[in-house]
């Protein structure tokens, strides 16, 4: 499985999807500024559980815009 995070001010959206592109779930949880690795851990851990996806059967894909690309604009 295909694990995509956006992180953003406002929110963090998760997903997973299977190889073959079949979408599996998506979830939004808030952006805290205060909230440590830990509780994220946590949050994370229960959206797996929730849908049944063992850690282990996740690659993970994150993506962040790039400070130069930020200059451009």
């Known amino acids: 499985m295909i694990f995509a995070v956006d992180i953003g001010n406002t ?6 999807a299977e190889r073959q592109g079949k979408i599996c779930f998506t979830e939004r949880i808030s952006t805290d500024h205060k909230a440590t690795d ?3 851990a946590v949050s994370f851990k229960s959206i ?3 849908h049944n996806v063992s ?3 996740i690659c993970l894909l994150y ?11």
């Open 63 to 73: 993506t962040s815009p790039s400070p130069r690309d930020r200059s451009l604009s």
């Open 11 to 16: 929110n963090i959206v998760i997903g997973g």
């Open 38 to 40: 830990f509780e994220y």
């Open 55 to 57: 850690p282990h059967d």
């Open 48 to 50: 797996f559980e929730i």
